[in-house]
């Protein structure tokens, strides 16, 4: 029994020598190990540079929204050093007039009047699958 065990454990190492631990066998072992290596670099990689790419676009997003208030309130105090604008903060704070002028005071408007230049609101659309509207398209 034990020549038996002996004798199958000989022809195992012979069969994987011969057979399956062979230099070409190993070479493309490594060959597909560095393959997958390179492949999860790569797609590491790239996900990276996407999360970097957004948030670079969150940021010139937030850049250029800066910009532009930055800009609008230069022109806000540029309107503030205008000889309108304190004619017009005078007028409305300290009841000054210009000489020849005559404040009139309006009475408040009536409900009539209210309602009638109440606009509707506009209806908002209900929202659908993209399913349904490809259906829509497809089919009519």
């Not at 007028?91 to 209210?114: F, Q, Y």
């Amino acid at each position: 029994m034990r020549d038996k065990i002996v004798a199958a454990f000989r022809r195992l190492r012979y069969y994987s020598k011969k057979d399956i631990f062979t230099v070409h066998n190993i070479v493309f072992v490594i060959a597909i190990f560095m393959c997958g290596f390179f492949i999860i670099g790569t797609v590491n990689a790239t996900a990276r540079n996407w999360t970097l790419e957004q948030k670079l676009k969150g940021r010139q997003l937030e850049l250029t929204k800066m910009k532009i208030e930055v800009d609008t309130l230069k022109l806000e105090q540029e309107y503030y050093k205008t000889d309108e604008y304190q004619e017009l903060t005078a007028r409305a704070k300290a009841g000054k007039m210009l000489p020849g002028e005559t404040m009139v005071i309006l009475p408040a408007n009536s409900d009539e009047a209210l309602e009638k230049y109440n606009e509707t609101p506009e209806e908002i659309p209900s929202y659908r699958s993209n399913f349904s509207e490809w259906l829509d398209f497809l089919f009519g």
